[in-house]
């Protein structure tokens, strides 16, 4: 038996997804899994916040399917109801700009739908512990694109001079688009985990 002190907490989870059998699954992953506790399995937003009620989940985990702005404006509608929550998107389009608009919504992960079990329980669990997780599969060029945003441009007005990233937080960037996790780029860069969760936070607060 794990002492009381070691024990994982409980985190909650709501699924939205819209696929029967992929939801049934997924809803069986987490229900097996003894430190998560599924409050809600939807196939769409609406449906989610019927079955949450009084419920509060520390992650939502949405299939956003094919990306479209509609589908992610819902999924957003839905997270702005539990801010305090944490968010994986899940999608099949592997592209970038359903990547940036993902990512430009702030979530604290965006992972193919077709992830393993494994993964995805470790991502569920590092999004609660602070960190953000994506598939760079899916993500690389959006977040290079963030990189770009940091270069100096002749070209820029005053409002995006405003949101150029400095020398620190792209540098956490591309280290971040080398796949590494923030453990290692604290070692990387030579700070602690702290700083490169506070300066990831502010680099996807500026989108």
């Given at each position: 038996?794990?002492?009381?002190?070691?024990?994982?907490?409980t985190?909650?989870?709501?699924?939205i997804?819209?696929?029967?059998?992929?939801?049934?699954?997924?809803?069986?992953?987490?229900?097996?899994?003894?430190?998560?506790?599924?409050?809600?399995?939807?196939?769409?937003?609406?449906?989610?916040?019927?079955?949450?009620?009084?419920?509060?989940?520390?992650?939502?985990?949405?299939?956003?399917?094919?990306?479209?702005?509609a589908?992610?404006?819902?999924?957003?509608?839905?997270?702005?109801?539990?801010?305090?929550?944490?968010?994986?998107?899940?999608?099949?389009?592997?592209?970038?700009?359903?990547?940036?608009?993902?990512?430009?919504?702030?979530?604290?992960?965006?992972?193919?739908?077709?992830?393993?079990?494994?993964?995805?329980?470790?991502?569920?669990?590092?999004?609660?512990?602070?960190?953000?997780?994506?598939?760079?599969?899916?993500?690389?060029?959006?977040?290079?694109?963030?990189?770009?945003?940091?270069?100096?441009?002749?070209?820029l007005?005053?409002?995006?001079?405003?949101?150029?990233?400095?020398?620190?937080e792209?540098?956490?960037?591309?280290?971040?688009?080398?796949?590494?996790?923030?453990?290692?780029?604290?070692?990387?860069?030579?700070?602690?985990?702290?700083?490169?969760?506070?300066?990831?936070?502010?680099?996807?607060?500026?989108?």
């Amino acid at each position: 038996m794990i002492p009381s002190t070691l024990q994982r907490r409980t985190i909650n989870m709501a699924i939205i997804e819209p696929v029967t059998i992929a939801r049934q699954e997924l809803a069986s992953l987490f229900f097996d899994t003894p430190d998560f506790k599924v409050i809600a399995a939807a196939s769409c937003a609406p449906d989610a916040m019927a079955a949450l009620k009084q419920k509060t989940p520390d992650v939502l985990l949405i299939d956003i399917g094919d990306g479209t702005a509609a589908r992610i404006d819902e999924a957003n509608g839905l997270r702005s109801m539990y801010p305090g929550a944490k968010t994986i998107f899940l999608s099949g389009q592997n592209d970038e700009s359903t990547a940036l608009r993902a990512i430009s919504s702030r979530v604290e992960g965006y992972l193919a739908s077709n992830i393993t079990s494994e993964r995805l329980i470790t991502a569920v669990r590092s999004v609660c512990s602070g960190e953000y997780v994506f598939d760079l599969s899916y993500t690389a060029s959006a977040l290079r694109k963030l990189v770009d945003m940091a270069l100096p441009s002749v070209r820029l007005s005053d409002d995006e001079r405003l949101s150029v990233l400095s020398g620190r937080e792209r540098e956490i960037v591309y280290l971040l688009c080398q796949g590494l996790t923030n453990q290692e780029i604290a070692r990387t860069a030579f700070v602690s985990i702290n700083t490169v969760k506070t300066h990831l936070r502010r680099i996807f607060g500026r989108l």
